[in-house]
T-cell receptor, first 117, second 112 residues
């Protein structure tokens, strides 16, 4: 069964350091999402790609976060510098539908648990 | 008012009982509704989606949608301890380009 891959699974870093997360979506899925989930809350969308293009990054803190999907397949999310409040689970999801589809069905990867000390 | 609201729980039911999880949403134009299950420390897993008013059944799970009242529910029949998890309701409101909005989730405990 096809799955979304993410790495690393866990990351511990000190504040002001740079961190990067990688995601490989299910093959053939054009739409890719990065979410942040704080303990006790639902996932919050950070950025959405359709192929290599950013469709929505309105919730991405652009002063420290960046995301790219250069070839329209795998994607990287970077934080520089990390802050204490960035500690969370970072989830990647992919969807076979087009971005903005009202019937979007998303499949999540295992996530990266980030702890900032 | 939050866009998607769920009772945080915990909801505790005995094994074999029916667990009923509820979700309300604010955007009346929303068309797609999803239920995800999330075990502690794991990522969300899609259980069901529903687009039309009424009931949709899949095994022990039934999703119910009432657009007039703006609520969607998930029933789990014959609840098992393995159903103990957080259940996330997600909605695709047209405002904001159908970006998926998740509720905070309801924690369910099924007692053996």
């Amino acid at each position: 069964e096809a799955e979304v891959a993410q790495s690393p699974r866990y990351k511990i870093t000190e504040k002001s350091q740079a961190v990067a997360f990688w995601c490989d979506p299910i093959s053939g899925h054009a739409t890719l999402y990065w979410y942040r989930q704080i303990l006790g809350q639902g996932p919050e969308l950070l950025v959405q790609f359709q192929d290599e293009s950013v469709v929505d990054d309105s919730q991405l803190p652009k002063d420290r976060f960046s995301a790219e999907r250069l070839k329209g397949v795998d994607s990287t999310l970077k934080i520089q510098p990390a802050e204490l409040g960035d500690s969370a689970m970072y989830l990647c999801a992919s969807s076979p539908g087009l971005a903005g589809s009202s019937t979007d069905t998303q499949y999540f990867g295992p996530g990266t648990r980030l702890t900032v000390l | 008012q939050k866009e998607v609201e769920q009772n945080s729980g915990p909801l505790s039911v005995p094994e074999g009982a029916i667990a009923s999880l509820n979700c309300t949403y604010s955007d009346r134009g929303s068309q797609s509704f999803f239920w995800y299950r999330q075990y502690s420390g794991k990522s969300p897993e899609l259980i069901m989606f529903i687009y039309s008013n009424g009931d949709k059944e899949d095994g022990r799970f039934t999703a119910q949608l009432n657009k007039a009242s703006q609520y969607v529910s998930l029933l789990i029949r014959d609840s098992q301890p393995s159903d103990s998890a957080t259940y996330l309701c997600a909605v695709n409101p047209p405002t904001g380009g159908f970006k998926t909005i998740f509720g905070a989730g309801t924690r369910l405990f099924v007692k053996a």
